[in-house]
């Protein structure tokens, strides 16, 4: 820097110019705005300053980590991120691995004293291998963090020594992270993994027991990886501290309970978007912990009921469950009769069957909201609702309030199992509860989860029972509609014309009457549609015998609304129908759905309109 030397760099600045000026050199002073770094911590403007690094030559790295990605050795989800990793490493640069920093790996480069030569090594050298100098240096540069952590996979088992926990342990299933990293930390794990570890080779039969059989290349150092969303605040901003916005998980969890921020978590976890946190969801999913507390209050009830008449204890269910754990991974133990017992089993071997696709694609939110649906809807709101008459041993015999029993702490223990992932602790409190404190495992975590047993499913009670709820839900809304008093019980008429589908409702005719508070039903040889009050389906009207007179102008709106509805399902369907490349995807059984329900769809359109025409 010659004169300039020690001079502080504003300084500097002032007396360059001075200089330039007193030789007649300087043309002109002028203001300009440039972009100026600054240091975070004390405001200090920063100068670049031209330095000598430490590079990696990435490209033949690069290559083999583009390799196995292309050719499935490892998979990335979602898999928009594949492409984004591989867009990455294509336009990869060479990497500088060393950082002026105290903490870290020492960088293994020595210098000679004498002669300057640079010399890397694995041990510690004690000359120079150009002069024979014996003053060496070692770098004080250390590696960059990327670097360290990259190597983590298999310094963790032991390497550079070959050990019994890299046979075993390496490569490892998924790895699960955020998108930040992946190109700084998943990318050169894989990087580093394919080179250091190239020819090893994972026990064939751990591998096998694994299910990754099929992959050919055992120096990648996982198979999956499953990038995971960001939780962001309500307004979907990212949570920082001077924003103000940070969600304490704390606090959450203290507020509404472990199990209900964590079902919160799963149930938002959509592959590929973040999470908008928001602690209205949170207060819906502590409710959905005290629906599932409730409901074992009853089940435990109705257990205490049978055992004080001496009929059935638990600890029956404990030993037909241990010999069901054999005969059945879906429910155990269940002695399905009735239609709401054949439909609910049908239905949990269902859910079950999703919720597995979900969990093993990672569709998380999918499985969550799967399970919570079930629990809610179908077993709390209808399956218990349907079996508590002949729960109680007076109205029904004591055989069978035994089997209601019975089937109800059965379903429940496989409901918990099935549960137990995305709300660890209650399903543990209850399932304990369950087995009298003495379980078959130690913990629900180590049960085995449901799976789907096709012996247990029965379409046909599906479909029964969803004409049943069709016809508690449609005249539920007409008293709604009608403003019939909740206490007071009405009588309704149902036209169907199909005999089978009388019977059904005839032989159901109980649960119609008390789920829609109903006083009786008649069922008539005509379409009720003209009627006011009633509802149409493609299988059945229905028609609420109320006195009061209906909001004409009201019921049109909701009709012409209605039809509106159809038209544009009709239209739907047909565009779906009238096009060829949908028709020769589809599977033949969604085709064969879409064509029955523009059938359905056409009858509903008539009586709609006729209902309407009668309104005018
Ligand atoms: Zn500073
Ligand atoms: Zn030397």
């Excluded at 606090?251 to 919160?264: K, V």
């Amino acid at each position: 820097a010659g004169r300039y030397a020690g001079l502080d760099r504003f300084k500097a600045r002032e007396r360059i110019v001075k200089d330039l000026e007193a030789q007649g050199l300087l043309v002109r002073a002028k203001d300009y705005t440039i972009a100026l770094g600054k240091c975070v911590r004390c405001g200090t403007i920063v100068e670049p300053r031209l330095s000598t690094q430490w590079f990696i030559k990435i490209k033949p790295l690069a290559e083999r980590a583009i390799e196995v990605v292309e050719n499935g050795e490892i998979t990335i989800v979602p898999e928009n991120y594949q492409q984004i990793y591989l867009n990455w490493m294509h336009n990869i640069h060479d990497w500088c691995i060393s950082r002026q920093l105290w903490w870290g790996h020492r960088i293994p480069a020595w210098r000679c004293a004498d002669c300057k030569d640079m010399m890397v090594a694995r041990e510690t050298p004690t000359k120079c291998t150009h002069c024979g100098g014996a003053v060496l240096e070692q770098d004080t540069d250390v590696l960059d963090t990327w670097f360290s952590s990259g190597l983590l996979p298999f310094t963790t088992l032991g390497w550079p020594e070959k050990t019994r926990d890299q046979d075993v342990f390496y490569p490892t299933t998924l790895l699960i992270t955020a998108y930040e990293i992946l190109f700084f930390w998943v990318a050169r794990m894989i990087m580093f993994g394919c080179h250091f570890m190239q020819g090893h080779r994972q026990d064939p039969k751990l591998k096998q027991a694994s299910g990754w059989s099929d992959k050919k290349d055992d120096s990648v150092p996982f198979r999956q990886v499953y990038i995971h969303a960001l939780v962001r605040d309500a307004e979907r901003q990212k949570m920082s501290k001077t924003k103000g916005n940070v969600v304490d998980p704390i606090n959450i969890i203290e507020r509404f309970g472990t199990d209900a921020t964590r079902f919160t978590l799963a149930a938002m976890a959509a592959p590929g978007t973040d999470i908008a946190f928001s602690e209205d969801r949170t207060k819906g999913y502590r409710n959905f912990a005290n629906k599932i507390w409730n409901a074992a209050r009853f089940m435990f009830m109705s257990v205490d009921t049978a055992q004080q008449a001496g009929v059935w204890s638990l600890e029956e269910f404990r030993e037909a469950a241990s010999e069901g754990t054999r005969a059945t991974q879906g429910v155990r133990g269940f002695e399905a009769g009735s239609l709401e017992d054949r439909w609910i089993l049908s239905r949990f071997n269902g859910v079950v069957n999703y919720v597995n696709q979900a969990l093993e694609t990672y569709r998380f939110h999918e499985a969550a909201n799967l399970i919570y649906d079930f629990f809610w809807g179908e077993f709390c709101d209808w399956y218990i609702e349907l079996i508590k008459p002949r729960l109680t041993p007076q109205s029904g015999t004591a055989t069978e309030s035994v089997r209601v029993c019975k089937n109800l702490v059965s379903l429940f223990e496989a409901a918990l199992r099935l549960l137990h992932p995305v709300m660890p602790f209650i399903t543990e409190e209850i399932w304990q509860a369950v087995y009298d404190g003495k379980p078959p495992q130690k913990s629900i975590a180590l049960a085995v989860y449901p799976q789907t047993d096709e012996k247990q499913m029965e379409p046909r009670a599906e479909t029964e029972m969803a004409v049943l709820q069709d016809l508690i839900v449609s005249v539920r809304n007409l008293r709604a509609e009608l403003k019939v008093e909740t206490k007071s019980k009405v009588p309704i008429q149902v036209f169907a014309h199909e005999p089978e589908l009388r019977m059904l409702i005839e032989q159901n005719r109980g649960a119609v009457e008390r789920l829609a508070n109903v006083e009786n039903i008649r069922f008539v040889e005509s379409s009720l549609a003209k009627e006011a009050g009633a509802r149409s389906t493609p299988r059945f009207d229905v028609h609420v015998v109320y006195e009061k007179t209906i909001d004409a102008a009201a019921e049109r709106e909701r009709l012409k609304k209605e039809l509106e509805r159809i038209e544009k399902e009709i239209t739907n369907g047909r565009r779906q129908l009238g096009n060829e490349q949908f028709l020769s995807k589809a599977p033949a059984q969604v085709v064969e759905g879409i064509r029955r329900r523009a059938q359905e769809l056409q009858i509903l359109r008539s009586k709609t309109e006729t209902a309407l025409n009668e309104l005018r």
